[in-house]
């Protein structure tokens, strides 16, 4: 089993940053991809970016340019910086890894954008 645990999240106002981590523990193989999900009060869970093993990411194309994912394999965990934050980006994150056909999620973290 992989447990997936998000922190970083919290209340921030519009225009400002946070750094979330995810760190993976547990039974973890290699190759894999984490990546970043969000979902909004009734909207759907939506991939932010995800990244290998090796560090090649991929980005929805709607949250390219203020959202930066990134990993360090030594420590399991994965990280997803948030820049110039707005309302809409209010939701629960959650982070997931993907091994073969094994998919594990965490439990999220609420961000919540003042404007």
């Known amino acids: 089993q992989v447990q997936l645990v998000e922190s970083g999240g919290g209340l921030v106002q519009a225009g400002g940053s946070l750094r979330l981590s995810c760190a993976a523990s547990?039974?973890?193989?290699?190759?894999?991809?984490m990546g970043w999900y969000r979902q909004a009060p009734g909207k759907q869970r939506e991939l932010i970016a995800s990244?290998?093993?090796?560090?090649?990411?991929n980005y929805a194309d709607s949250m390219k340019g203020r959202f930066t994912i990134s990993r360090d394999n030594a420590k399991n965990t994965v990280y997803l910086q948030m820049n110039s934050l707005k309302s809409e980006d209010t939701a629960v994150y959650y982070c997931?890894?993907?091994?073969?056909?094994?998919?594990?999620w965490g439990e999220g973290t609420l961000v919540t954008v003042s404007s």
């Open positions: 997931n890894l993907v091994w073969r056909a094994l998919t594990y």
């Open positions: 547990g039974n973890i193989f290699s190759p894999n991809h």
């Open positions: 990244i290998s093993s090796g560090g090649s990411t």
